[in-house]
């Protein structure tokens, strides 16, 4: 049994208005779906390519008040919180304790720094 069903549609591709005979109807004509379907594979990947070359930002650190407040009575810091003193980013710390700019010494895992080996111009 046939449908009877005739609705009026904007082509996917060449926004020609047309008449669909059926709900899920996008094009005109057979070219035009073979062309808009290139163009929408197209598009997926250059959104895929947009997002793997996306720039991502650092997350904020979150700390309060009374945190840096406990931060700046310490003699001894662990990477978090000496980046969180010198208001760089845990990974430029890590960098700077490994390449030997600040002197740190290693407690299991973790990296303790002590106040007086952080570089001076930052405070």
Excluded at 46 to 62: D, M, S, Y
Aim: proline share 2%; hydrophobic share 35%.
């Amino acid at each position: 049994m046939s449908s009877k069903i005739r609705i009026v549609k904007r082509c996917g591709y060449c926004k020609s208005e047309f008449i669909a005979k059926t709900t899920v109807t996008q094009c005109c004509s057979d070219n035009c779906a073979k062309r808009f379907y290139k163009r929408k594979k197209r598009d997926e990947k250059i959104a895929q390519a947009n997002l793997k070359t996306e720039i991502k930002k650092k997350p904020k650190i979150n700390i309060t008040e009374d945190q840096i407040r406990l931060i700046n009575t310490k003699a001894i810091l662990t990477l978090k919180e000496s980046a969180v003193l010198l208001n760089i980013s845990e990974l430029t710390m890590r960098r700077w304790v490994l390449s030997g700019k600040v002197k740190s010494q290693k407690a299991g895992k973790k990296h303790l720094i002590l106040r007086t080996s952080l570089p001076v111009k930052e405070l």
